[in-house]
Nanobody, 123 residues
Framework: QVQLVESGGGLVQAGGSLRLSCAAS????????VGWFRQAPGKEREIVGT????????YSADSVKGRFTISRSNAKNTVYLQMNSLKPEDTAVYYC????????????????WGQGTQVTVSS
């Protein structure tokens, strides 16, 4: 069993930065790939990026490529999402999720989810 807790969301002006954290419980967390997703009001949940269990492989969606970076510390059981050059269209609830089967773009592949953290970018 893995429990995930996101933190670090908030209100920021366009062009600003935020770093989200996804803290996990459970000794097996280092065996899980992690994905960051986001969901804006009235829209479907979409992939932001993923990181492999070892941290050696990452993926970023085209909409955030070059602005967002995913990293992890298995020693701290934490995955990070560094968000720079934020835009109003980045406004959403951000979720982290863990997948035993490896990285995936699909929400259905993820076994555990956090409760989400709100990110609001003002223009």
């Amino acid at each position: 069993q893995v429990q995930l807790v996101e933190s670090g969301g908030g209100l920021v002006q366009a062009g600003g930065s935020l770093r989200l954290s996804c803290a996990a419980s459970g000794r097996t967390f280092r065996s899980y790939a992690v994905g960051w997703f986001r969901q804006a009001p009235g829209k479907e949940r979409e992939i932001v990026g993923t990181i492999s269990s070892s941290g050696s492989s990452t993926y970023s969606a085209d909409s955030v490529k070059g602005r967002f970076t995913i990293s992890r510390s298995n020693a701290k059981n934490t995955v990070y999402l560094q968000m720079n050059s934020l835009k109003p269209e980045d406004t959403a609830v951000y979720y982290c999720a863990a997948a035993r089967s490896g990285t995936s773009y699909s929400t259905y592949s993820y076994d555990f989810w956090g409760q989400g953290t709100q990110v609001t970018v003002s223009s």
